[in-house]
């Protein structure tokens, strides 16, 4: 059921079924090999706070194979767009926050892994059928294999781990199924949240655009006298705040 | 009294911290994030800063931000607005950057350290360039000139510094106002030459030594000097509305042609001595337009610095600012200014705003008094001398890492990993062993003490290779960087050497020159032994070690020069093509798993690929 459901929605949904655009498809690779990059960069940002060399080492590969994936999406974003494409970044924040004291919360990070690569897996599985292009098929098709085994090493170093912490593992994995799903939440609301914005700037800039627009033409073109008078008064009053503050 | 410094939401987002005048840490956000340039706000490296000043964020006295949020959205809008009713789409995409990003950075700042509002003091942008150049250069007084894309309102501009009577003066004397930028200029050449802006403008600087500047007229008539000293850019050759569109008019087309696609590549080269194969008109039109842009960048600096000589008598001359990192337009400063001494900071653009911001606010206290003569040095990065690594690095011998490489390997058979670690007294060993595979023609990864700050690897994250072996040079282009064969090598050489190579180093060392700030002709008898670090005009771009800076990294320089004869080594920056440079050894290693770096040093363990 979960597997048609998310079938129907790839299909109907991601632009790189939906649309022929080069450049929704370049947009959208490239949002894939930033969520690989970032998958890699939380396994070494966890990997100093991890004292279990096992675990350690699972982290290790699992970056190398994040950022090999990362690099595959990356290749194809390029050679699919129709020009240069621009960088995609994201802010860097680490999902679980380890203090390399309490192991408790490595078990915490493992879970995080081992779902987020189940889900992966289940995912890279419906685009393999449902994406068109056959260039993406394969990438994803080389990838999937990957991921296969990162779902299963993962989940045996976190039942592992979790034996010797004492943890619960279905709560852990129920837990952690709920911290993605809010995740993805965020990320389609995030999208959708600049609509009404947009919507705004338009009403704002039909409106008020016009009265404006005279005042920036001539602050535009101001002269380096003015603008060098501007830039001391600038000094100025940061000196003054600055003093003002003391 | 401390101070944090930030930079972020432009490109090269940074964090410093700057105590009782002195910078004691710096850190670009994108070496700890994996993304090159990245703008983000820097919390990773707010963290390692704060870490590496032993400081909680409690005891910040104020934080320096490295603009003004309010200027620059006054700014964007009178950009945006100009074109009205034209341009929605670039006036809603930037209103909701800034509306969302930037205008928060209070909140930000307060919500990612716990310090409060009310010690957060915005800095203007070009001022905290300035500071920064000048507090590093050792300089009682200078000239300053900042050029960069944009600061608030200045796209080029002008101070007077000193620090008579300890205390940072630094006043502005002139600018260009924007959107008559440089900067910008440069950029959207680099835009038509196929690079992506704000990241490739070194390899336009890299393609112009393979041309003439014969179209130099035409790039006069968009770029006009003034009699002054100062220019003026013709905007209707321009379009800056969309900054994610090529930022050129119609007007440019017609006068420059199509621009070249990103997708053919270059045939230059600089192996073979730059006998190039099968260059095409086009290929050569290009590398001429590349060269005509640089020519003329370089004449409109020099009259910049004619004028500023004229003005403020200084004999002393700091370049600040991202146009800055142009090391051939900074020699042509060095040898054609006038000025007696060019200082460059190490890391000139906004990943050293964050820098400028804490030393400008320092500054500009009431109370302040600058330190006398503090040594400057680029080492002020994050170091991670406590992170383990051993235990890994003795497991990953049973790994193969082949299935998952980009690059292929040319190795051969890796039969498994060898590991040595050296007692910290047994350095001269170490060097020794580095030295001998080194001459074997290996590729050396070397990675110890804190990370240096800005884009130039200076000893302490860098490839090493031997600078005249070409073999070598082209594995580490293909195998290891995938790096453009246009683009080319640094190389390092000691200070007490240095005059072998370079006539500007016989009597004194020029403070631009050392740390790869400035390209400088090779002298013709000691052209071979540095063979592969030669651009095709018998240039590089030289970073002289000085024991005292640096004495890991003489010391192995003297290593090699026993060993090979030859007081030069081929350095460049420890990173793959994409990435940023690295900055721990956790990330040393992921590049030596996937990659054909062949010897790779972790301070004193050192890790071979037996083959």
């Known amino acids: 059921m979960s597997f048609r459901l998310r079938h129907l929605l790839i299909r109907h949904v991601l632009p790189l079924t939906t649309r022929n655009s080069a450049r929704q498809k370049t947009r959208v690779l490239q949002e894939f090999a930033q969520t690989e990059l970032d998958s890699a960069w939380q396994s070494v940002y966890a990997l100093p706070k991890v004292q279990d060399t096992d675990t350690r080492l699972l982290l290790f590969d699992h970056a190398v194979e994040e ?28 999902l679980i926050a380890l203090d390399g004291k309490d192991q408790g919360r490595v078990v915490e990070f493992l879970a995080y892994l081992s779902t987020g690569e189940t889900e992966i897996n289940t995912d890279f599985e419906v685009y393999e059928t449902a994406i068109p292009d056959k260039d993406i098929r394969r990438v994803i098709k080389t990838i999937r294999e990957d991921e296969v085994w990162h779902a299963k090493d993962s989940t045996e170093q976190l039942e592992k781990m979790a034996a010797v912490e004492g943890k619960k593992l279905s709560w852990l994995r129920f837990r952690h199924l709920l911290f993605l799903a809010q995740r ?17 700037m338009f009403v704002a800039y039909a409106l008020f655009g016009g009265i404006f627009a005279s005042q920036a033409r001539r602050r ?16 100025e009053s940061f000196r003054a705040k600055l003093g003002a503050s003391r | 009294m401390n101070i944090l410094g930030i930079s972020s939401d432009f490109h090269d987002s940074s964090a410093a911290i700057v105590r009782d005048g002195i910078l004691v840490a710096t850190a670009a956000e994108e070496r700890f994030s994996y993304q090159k340039h990245d703008p983000t706000f820097p919390g990773l490296a707010i963290q390692a800063c704060l870490k590496q000043a032993g400081l909680q964020a409690g005891e910040i006295d104020f934080v320096a931000y490295h603009e003004s949020p309010a200027e620059k959205l006054s700014r964007v809008m009178a950009s945006r607005l100009r074109d009205f009713p034209r341009g929605f789409l670039p006036f809603a995409r930037s209103m909701r950057e800034l509306a969302m990003g930037q205008l928060w950075i209070k909140f930000d700042i307060f919500q990612s350290t716990g310090i409060e509002p009310r010690k957060i003091h915005y800095v203007p942008h070009h001022l905290g360039h300035a500071s920064y150049a000048f507090a590093a250069s050792g300089f009682e007084d200078a000239a300053v000139l900042v050029i960069d894309a944009v600061g608030e309102w200045a796209s080029t501009s002008w101070f007077k510094a000193s620090r008579a009577g300890g205390r940072l003066e630094v006043d502005p004397a002139g600018l260009v106002p924007y959107p008559h930028s440089l900067g910008m200029l440069y950029s959207a050449f680099t835009g038509f030459l196929g690079f992506r802006i704000n990241d490739s403008e070194c390899s336009t600087m890299a393609l112009a030594s393979f041309g003439q500047p014969r179209y130099a007229d035409r790039v006069r008539r968009i770029l006009r000097g003034q009699g002054d000293g100062t220019y003026e850019i013709d905007l209707s050759f321009f379009d800056f509305s969309d900054s994610e569109r090529l930022p050129v008019s119609r007007k440019f087309l017609e006068l420059f042609g199509e621009p070249r696609s990103f997708r053919n590549k270059l045939p230059f080269a600089i192996f073979d001595d730059g006998k190039n194969a099968a260059v095409s008109e086009k290929d050569q039109y290009y590398a001429d337009v590349a060269a005509s842009i640089q020519a003329v960048l370089e004449d409109a600096v020099l009259a910049l610095c004619a004028k500023l000589r004229r003005e403020t008598g200084a004999a002393n001359l700091c370049l600040a600012g991202g146009v800055a990192l ?20 190490p890391d000139p653009g906004d990943g050293g705003g964050a820098a400028g911001a804490a030393l400008a606010l320092f500054g500009n206290l009431p109370e302040a008094r600058m330190p006398a003569n503090p040594a400057f040095h680029p080492y002020l990065g994050a170091d991670f001398s406590g992170l383990r690594v051993d235990d890994l690095a003795s497991r990953l011998e049973f790994r193969d890492w082949s299935r998952h490489r980009v690059i292929p390997s040319v190795l051969g058979n890796l039969k498994g990993i060898s590991m040595r670690r050296f007692e910290p007294t047994a350095f001269e060993s170490l060097a020794g062993e580095v030295a001998e595979d080194l001459k074997k023609g ?3 990864g070397w990675l110890q003490g804190r990370f240096e700050n800005g884009p130039r690897a200076l000893g302490n994250r860098s490839l090493l290779i031997d600078p005249a072996n070409r073999d070598a040079a082209r594995r580490l282009s293909r195998n290891v960087k995938l790096r453009a064969p246009y683009r080319p090598y640094a190389c390092s050489v000691s200070r007490e050497r240095s005059g072998d190579f ?27 032994k540095v063979a592969q670090a030669l651009h095709v005009d018998g240039t590089t771009r030289p970073q002289i070690v000085e024991r005292s800076e640096n004495p890991r990294f003489h010391r192995l320089l003297e290593a090699w020069e026993s060993a090979s004869g030859n007081p030069a080594i081929l350095n460049t920056s420890f990173n793959e093509s994409g990435y940023p440079m690295v900055s721990s050894p956790l990330d040393a290693l992921l590049m030596f798993a996937r990659t054909d770096i062949e010897t790779l040093v972790l301070d004193d363990l050192v890790l071979r690929k037996e083959v």
């Open chain 2, 326 to 345: 142009n090391a051939t337009m900074n020699g042509r400063v060095i040898r054609e200014s006038g000025f007696e001494n060019v200082f460059v900071p």
């Open chain 1, 184 to 200: 993805r939440y965020a990320s389609v609301m995030g999208k959708f949240g600049t609509l009404p914005m947009t919507l705004m």
């Open chain 1, 67 to 94: 950022l090999f994936h990362a690099d595959l999406f990356s290749r194809l974003a390029a050679e699919k767009s129709p020009d240069l494409p621009g960088q995609l970044i994201t802010r860097r924040e680490p």
């Open chain 1, 220 to 235: 535009l073109s101001m002269g380096s006298g003015e603008q060098l008078g501007f830039m001391r008064r600038q000094q």
């Open chain 2, 442 to 444: 290996k590729i050396v």
């Open chain 2, 502 to 528: 370079f006539d500007q180093a016989r009597d004194r060392i020029p403070p631009a020159m050392r740390w790869m700030a400035s390209t400088h002709s090779v002298r013709e008898e000691a052209r071979a």
